[in-house]
């Protein structure tokens, strides 16, 4: 459901208004044919390369019989490949899945059987590992209807080499090409993403051209700079990856500069050479960009803007991040919104940017309410309605039902509160648990924690007690601190029944693919270590 128009929304006034997000590269192919468009360590292409590719791919699929409405998949690490497919994909009216290179042969099956793809794209070899088997495997099961083309040479395993299914292009002519294009609908799915399991079975997120367009839109309205080059090195399964950064470059006519993965030592060579304008990760990579990568003001010279979302930021890595950027900026969303709907405001400080996550988007509306969708004040879970918000969930109807409040505003789980004006987040309503009584969520106390200056980042658990029914532990990432010093820093910032009963000193937490920490994983070793 659409947010309700109101008379202060102001334009989007920085990026041309289409309606698909595949109608961007076609756009820019003409208006600055010769801009960057995509930038690798090895080449740049232009917008008119980029559409040029973009074009050849689509009728390749269109021969293969894909038709709007359809899915299409493709595994790979961020690169030039990935973008066109993702682009041609949206142009004919198929919604594009990213599958990432991490991913088990089981994690596939998993994703794969449900999203039903009539076409995949894969290399036989990424990073060292032979894909060949996997998709053999995979071709005998759950993609025995769907064709699954090599983006290198033939291989095993593979129907097609990339060479021979691109020439089946010249099958389709260009006025079916064009017929096809036409035909595709501001609300037909253009993207699936896949919430990252870790309360359940993963679930396929359906995000339409316009919900992806308004995002990117939006984004361009907050994080600017001209010309606007955005690093783009998440995985492509996420809507960081899909939509944060691919999106919001191509939005607004500007570069992606493509690295395979992040590596916090190569990075700062890449912002220097590639001229990156745009920075945008989640704060365990800049944690690990300043500790490993140890760039200088030199490095982060073309920066002007640097965003960090998806989790916190203490304050003292802000600071540091202020010494390579004046602009910082931070913001909230997932994948069910589409992307980020709070954003902080302009020329925030410091205390404001570790601790807030900025105020709603004015065309988007956000609400504080509980489970059955009354309005709860100050407090109480993150609730969104707007262009921005999925679809629903790829063939889960129920649970579709259930993402949403009966008048049509999306559950997104996640618990805030409102402090002059600013949005909060203090935990996840599912991870909430009781103390004695009271009702404590770990976001809070893991937010406590990270004020340590010794501290990286923090995990809190709720485990079973005996005395008071449950009682939060901790897991700490941190140098030159011991837990003693930890619970009394604690008791200086929380009441007595929010501090751990434990803390749990480690040199690594278990960390989902973007760098937050993967609780679920963290449940499990804690399960078998209690167990055995």
Known sequence: MRAPETAAAPELARTVALE?????????????????????????????????????????????????????????????????????????????????????????????RDARPRVVLAPPVLDGRDHSATFASLRRGCLADALVVSVAEPAPGFDLGWADFLATGSEVDAASAATAAEQVDADDIALIVYTSGTTGAPKGAMLSHRSIVTTARIQCEHWWA??????????????????????????????????????????????????????H??????????????????????????????????????????????????????????????YSREGARDEELSGSVGIPDPRVAVRLGDETGEVSGSRGEVQVLGDTVMSGY???????????????????????????????????????????????????????IELHPAVAMAAVLGLPDEVYGEVGEAWVLAADVTPAELDAHCRQHLANYKVPKSFHLRTELPLLPIGKIDKVALRRLVERTTSG
Not at 251 to 278: C, K, Q, S, W, Y
């Open 20 to 112: 698909r997000i595949s109608d961007y590269p076609a756009h820019f192919s003409r208006a600055t044919p010769l801009a960057d468009a995509l930038v690798t360590a090895t080449e740049m292409v232009s917008y008119e390369e980029f559409e040029r590719q973009i074009d050849l791919l689509a009728r390749a699929m269109l021969a293969a019989g894909v038709r709007r409405g359809d899915t299409v998949a493709m595994l790979s690490a961020p690169s030039r490949q990935h973008l066109v497919h993702f682009m041609a994909a949206a142009r004919i009216g198929a919604a594009w899945l990213g599958l990432n290179p991490r991913y088990t042969e089981q994690e596939l099956e998993v994703v794969l």
């Open 226 to 279: 001209q010309p606007l080059r955005i690093l783009n090195n998440l995985p492509i399964n996420h809507i960081g990856g899909a939509v944060q950064l691919a999106c919001h470059g191509i939005v607004a006519g500007g570069a992606n500069v493509l690295m395979p993965r992040f590596d916090p030592v190569a990075l700062p060579v890449a912002i220097r050479e590639r001229h990156v304008t745009v920075l």
């Open 281 to 342: 990760q989640v704060p365990t990579m800049y944690q690990l960009l300043l500790e490993r990568g140890r760039p200088t003001s030199n490095d982060f010279a073309s920066v002007q803007t640097l965003i960090w979302s998806g989790a916190p930021s203490p304050r003292s890595l802000v600071t540091q991040l202020r010494g390579l950027c004046a602009n910082l900026c931070t913001s909230y969303g997932q994948t069910e919104t589409g992307g980020e709907v709070l």
């Open 394 to 448: 790829h063939d889960r109807p129920a649970d579709t039902d259930a993402a949403f409040t009966a008048d049509g505003w999306l559950h997104t789980g996640d618990l805030a509160e409102i402090d002059d004006g600013l949005f909060r987040i203090v935990g996840r309503l599912r991870e909430m648990f009781k103390s004695g009584g009271y009702n404590v969520y770990p976001r809070e106390v893991e937010e406590a």
